[in-house]
């Protein structure tokens, strides 16, 4: 679609599908510059932050983030995408309260050992027990495989189990919408202390590494699908 619009005798001819993926894309970088210099000061002060996000990401992979490593630029497409899993957890969020079960839409965590600031998706109360829901999104391929499975993605699930962990909260839901047609999977998970034990043992071993300025040994060969994947592959396997 262009526009056209003439002004003062002069035409303005735009792309709005341009003028859309700029807008993105520089508010992604005055992000990225601001977050850039928070994370600058914390790497001179030894001070890492982790992100409970990353939680089933390769260890090496977050050492190389919280060394201030470069990423390859993220295209607006994926931007867009990014922001269309913010507007899925809104959606939810509301309808929580309105069905009158919302507790908290965003539980804030923090963790100063683990390097730790951060927010759930939602707390909720549910048959008189409160229950952590982390909020997901997935294309239709993924979302095939998991139901299938009869399980979330092992990454999903870490991250709930770190969640439940951090607060002291012993069940969670994982609900995952389907991006193609809204169709939902839901996962129930009580409190593994076994599995966060060893996600706090990742956490302080990836925090200590970035402290040391060391990384930790590659978990993957150069052609799993982990490392042809990772925004670090070239660093990684420069020796």
Not at 56 to 74: D, F, S
Not at 97 to 121: C, H, N, Q, V, Y
């Amino acid at each position: 679609m262009k526009l056209e619009i003439i002004l003062g005798g002069s035409v303005l001819t735009n792309s709005l599908t341009e003028m859309l993926n700029n807008h993105l894309l520089d508010k992604k970088k005055k992000n990225d510059e601001e977050r850039a210099e928070i994370e600058a000061r914390r790497r001179e002060s030894k001070e890492f932050k982790f992100y409970p996000s990353s939680i089933g990401k390769c260890p090496r992979e977050i050492v190389y983030a919280m060394l201030g490593y470069p990423r390859p630029e993220i295209p607006s497409r994926v931007l867009r995408i990014f922001d269309n899993g913010d507007s899925m957890h809104e959606r939810y969020q509301n309808w929580f309260a309105e069905m009158g079960i919302l507790i908290s839409p965003e539980l804030p965590i923090k963790d100063d050992e683990l390097g730790i600031s951060g927010r759930t998706d939602a707390l909720i109360r549910l048959n008189d027990e409160l229950i952590l829901v982390e909020l997901k999104s997935s294309n239709a391929n993924q979302f095939e495989r998991m139901q299938k499975a009869g399980a979330p993605r092992e990454e999903f699930s870490q991250q709930l189990q770190l969640y439940l962990h951090l607060t002291g909260i012993k069940k969670g839901i994982i609900l995952i919408e389907n991006k193609n047609d809204q169709s939902i999977l839901e996962f129930e998970e009580e409190y593994d202390n076994t599995m966060a034990n060893e996600l706090v043992r990742k956490i302080r071993s990836c925090i200590h590494h970035a402290k040391e300025g060391t990384l930790p040994d590659r978990p993957f060969n150069k052609s799993s699908f982990e490392c042809r994947y990772c925004d670090f592959n070239t660093e990684c396997w420069r020796t």
